[in-house]
């Protein structure tokens, strides 16, 4: 039987517990679909995923940058790639042991994804099917939906001193 996960918190560390799983999954020979919202692939664990043989990691071909800076025009093609993206790796998921949606969360609460295609998702998946999901502010419906709930929470982080984000630590 599958279970759905979510990683979920203000603090650093909810794709690489995701990616984590997904690499011990994939250990044991499970198949996997990793699909990154909001993101660029300019990020350690992407080229290193794509090496993992049961591994497929859809690409962020296209950036649009910070939400906050979408003009109306880019938000609504942001909604339609990132839906598109959504919809790729449900397709895919159906031959699959394991899909993550990294950063999930976030295209929800932007309005990138529809809540409601998730939920039918989680309700409607294969039964061996494992979903992972990530980022703030899960939705209570989605929180009793899943099975594995961890909030990672900051206590403290360098962005709070001013050290920006480096590179193979945060990205």
């Keep these: 039987m599958?279970?759905?996960?979510?990683?979920?918190?203000?603090?650093?560390?909810?794709?690489?517990?995701?990616?984590?799983?997904a690499v011990r999954a994939a250990g044991r020979g499970k198949k996997i679909i990793v699909v990154r919202f909001l993101k660029t692939d300019d990020s350690g664990e992407v080229e290193i995923l794509k090496t993992i043989p049961?591994?497929?990691v859809l690409p962020c071909e296209r950036v649009f940058g910070f939400v906050s800076a979408m003009d109306e025009q880019t938000r609504k093609e942001a909604a339609a790639y990132n839906l598109g993206l959504f919809e790729t790796a449900v397709s895919l998921a159906k031959t699959a042991d394991m899909v993550v949606f990294d950063e999930i969360m976030a295209a929800i609460n932007y309005g990138m994804i529809p809540e409601v295609q998730v939920v039918k998702l989680l309700k409607d998946r294969p039964e061996a099917l494992e979903v992972v999901m990530t980022g703030r502010g899960?939705?209570?419906?989605?929180?009793?939906l899943a099975d594995y709930v961890s909030e990672i929470r900051k206590m403290k982080h360098p962005y709070d001193k001013g050290i920006l984000a480096r590179k193979g630590i945060e990205y």
């Design 54 to 56: 049961q591994m497929t």
């Design 2 to 21: 599958g279970c759905v996960h979510i990683y979920c918190g203000d603090g650093k560390g909810k794709t690489s517990a995701a990616v984590g799983l």
């Design 138 to 144: 899960p939705s209570e419906q989605l929180l009793s």
